[in-house]
């Protein structure tokens, strides 16, 4: 029998600890191996049995969930996925688990439609999945995942349509991202130049998270930075995030750029997708377009890059080396979707240099 992954979850709710546990035991892979109300439980449990994961609430009695990332990262890193609610200062602090160890985000359940939870359950198991691959540690096989229907970027957007412009000067860059992404992203954004080409970004993150990343780069880059709203303009100098739990498709009006959002179903178990961001780049942009592929688990925007690649763009994958998870770009690689293969700190030089700033 495969090795399961055995998780932890900590979180001071008694309703969030029953909901994880069904959800999470759903999955034929993972084996929740117990409960804690605050880190003093959590690492009593620790001791008794080292978890593969741990899903960390941040706000607990007697001690924060900060405060304990801290300690264990510093005496005993174990991948810790954060498990936060949408509040907009609870959001903030999330992410700032990220930059302390933290592997992932993800919303806390909750009740709603039987498609809601459906979809959470995939989303939950699947980001489990992925820190348990994470390289705070020896990188093993993920535990065979769950039979789930999966669709392809058809369920949102048709396939390439020959409507992009002939090559010309100004270039489009679609970034995509998962586990491992937000520190990718915040390299590969602060070594952009203010008149940086446009550029557009997935990065599979909840929502009402997107916002609070967006203005975190925004203080810390050069360019701008914003989580992007319907109908924005791509143009030099800025990039724009995809909102959580909604897809991004780049668009064509003449000679301008801009972006819808939209609602649809999960793409490759995501909303919002890679695949359907990369899609739509090979159609409206094609040869004026570059697609940059990072690290994350999984295979979203492996088809969608090979698709921007036969229409002409320059495509990049980021290498093994340097991905928290090389899932999202080996598959990239592996499909030859990715002209070049390069480590984090080269991406963004060689996209200025494409993109001719």
């Known amino acids: 029998m495969p090795h399961k992954i055995k998780v932890l979850i900590v979180d001071d709710s008694a309703v969030v600890r029953q909901a994880m546990a069904e959800i999470l035991s759903s999955d034929p892979g993972i084996e929740v191996i117990g409960t804690a109300a605050d880190p003093f439980i959590a690492a009593d449990r620790i ?3 080292v978890p593969d994961v741990i899903t960390l609430d941040v706000e607990m009695p007697r001690m924060d969930g900060i405060t304990f990332l801290h300690k264990l990262m510093s005496q005993h890193p174990i991948p ?14 999330a992410l700032k688990a990220l930059e302390y160890g933290a592997v992932e985000i993800i919303e806390k359940p909750r009740m709603g439609t039987k498609q809601f939870i459906e979809e959470s359950t995939v989303r939950i198991t699947h980001v489990v999945k992925a820190a348990a691959m994470a390289r705070l540690k020896a990188v093993r096989a993920p535990a065979p995942m769950a039979v789930t229907a999966k669709l ?4 949102v957007i048709a396939k390439p349509c020959g409507k992009a412009m002939a090559k010309t000067t100004e270039k489009v860059v679609a970034v995509g991202a998962s586990t491992g992404g937000t520190e990718a992203l915040r390299v590969f954004l602060e070594a952009m130049p203010p008149d940086a080409p446009g550029i557009v970004i997935v990065q599979h993150m909840p929502e009402n998270f997107t916002a609070a990343f967006a203005k975190r780069l925004d203080g810390l880059c050069r360019i701008s930075v914003k989580e992007a709203a319907d109908d924005d303009t791509v143009i030099r100098g800025r990039a724009l995030i995809a909102p959580g739990n909604h897809h991004m498709l780049l668009k064509r009006s003449g000679a301008r750029y801009y972006v819808e959002i939209k609602d649809g179903p999960l793409v490759c178990r995501h909303r919002p997708s890679v695949d359907v961001l990369f899609r739509s780049a090979a159609s409206y942009a094609g040869k004026n377009a570059v697609g940059v592929i990072m690290t994350g688990m999984g295979d979203d925007g492996a088809k969608g890059l ?17 991905c928290v998870v090389f899932g999202m770009p080996n598959e990239a690689i592996k499909r030859g979707a990715a002209e070049q293969v390069l480590p984090l700190g080269k991406i963004a030089g060689e996209v200025v240099r494409l993109g001719g700033t």
């Open 306 to 322: 090979k698709e921007m690649r036969e229409a002409g763009a320059a495509t990049i994958a980021q290498d093994e080396a340097t």
């Open 152 to 155: 392809t970027a058809d369920a």
């Open 47 to 49: 001791r008794d049995e």
């Open 80 to 93: 810790v996925v954060i498990c936060s609610s949408l509040a907009g200062k609870g959001s903030e602090t």
